[in-house]
């Protein structure tokens, strides 16, 4: 599933094929995404300049004027650019066409992703409203976690993935982050001092920035790239090692549901 990561590295890879370009056209195959492409978004969108493309979450946001084209890649989806687009292929939904003659296609073989028109102000609208903060935005710092968090009894792991608190936190990087922090994912949330907030805040945009810089080497791979996304292959700390002596001290990694979700964790290095 794409996270906060691959979504910012698809942004990045995109951004100079599509922003300051006109919409020519835009063909939509199949309307059947999470949410239904509206049938009124091809006579909205042509003819604007996209003059941005900004992320919130792991939502791409097409500046138009004074209006957002959100796109959300759900749990298979992806954006491909192409000079000159191939032949379709099955799962591919959408096409943008732009003036310069690129096209960008939307490609999601389990359809749980969306394309909205977004109306301003962008920051109203219901997937946009409740979201928490930026894990990179200034105001997301270890106060403002730590006064979020004090009445909190959930795990500290759950209240990294809640959204409304933080945002672009997944399972993946919220499993990796506690172990560099050095903090034992069920210990409640409102028990993590101010300092320790500052340790795993530190842990996160380190985790992420290191996935982000990843996916750099695969910036390519939006452009004129034909097949499946390929999502990217970290080496992780704890992740998916259930078993296999921690990289740190060598004790075992263990496992265990939180939530719903695979938490490892390194029982010696995290408390
Ligand atoms: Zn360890």
Same mark, same amino acid.
């Given at each position: 599933? #794409? ?12 951004? #100079? ?13 199949? %309307?059947?995404? !999470?949410?239904?492409? @509206? ?9 604007? +300049?996209? &003059? ?10 097409? !500046? *138009?004027?004074? &209006?957002? *084209? ?5 749990? +298979? ?7 000159? /687009? ?8 959408? &096409?943008?066409?732009? /003036? =310069? ?6 490609? &999601? ?23 928490? %903060?930026? #894990?990179?935005? /200034? ?8 006064? /979020? ?15 409304? *608190? ?26 993590? =001092? $101010? ?37 990217? $292959? ?6 998916? %090692?259930?078993?296999? @002596?921690?990289?740190?001290? !060598? ?21």
């Amino acid at each position: 599933m #794409p996270e906060l990561p691959e979504v910012e590295t698809t942004r990045r890879g995109i951004a #100079p094929h599509v922003v300051g370009q006109q919409v020519a056209a835009m063909h939509v195959y199949d %309307r059947r995404l !999470r949410w239904p492409v @509206p049938r009124s978004l091809q006579k909205k969108i042509v003819g604007r +300049t996209v &003059d941005a493309l900004d992320r919130r979450s792991k939502y791409l946001l097409f !500046r *138009l004027g004074e &209006d957002t *084209l959100l796109v959300h890649f759900g749990m +298979t989806g992806s954006l491909r650019v192409y000079s000159r /687009a191939p032949p379709r292929e099955a799962h591919d939904h959408a &096409d943008i066409v732009l /003036a =310069s003659g690129t096209t960008l296609r939307y490609h &999601d073989p389990r359809r749980f992703g969306a394309i909205l028109w977004v109306p301003s102000p962008a920051a109203a609208h219901p997937l946009l409203a409740a979201l928490g %903060r930026e #894990p990179f935005d /200034a105001s997301c710092d270890a106060r403002y976690l730590w006064a /979020a968090t004090r009445r909190r009894s959930a795990a500290i792991k759950l209240a990294l993935m809640d959204s409304h *608190l933080i945002v672009g936190i997944g399972n993946i990087y919220a499993n990796e982050s506690l172990f560099r922090a050095g903090i034992r994912p069920t210990i409640p949330a409102g028990r993590i =001092s $101010q300092r320790r907030f500052e340790r795993l805040l530190a842990a996160v945009r380190a985790t992420l920035t290191d996935a982000i810089a990843k996916g750099g080497s695969t910036l390519r791979d939006y452009v004129d790239a034909r097949g499946e996304p390929g999502y990217f $292959q970290v080496d992780y700390f704890v992740y998916g %090692r259930e078993g296999l @002596p921690c990289r740190v001290c !060598r004790t075992a990694i263990k496992s265990i549901r939180l939530g719903g979700r695979a938490t490892c964790y390194c029982p010696r290095c995290q408390r």
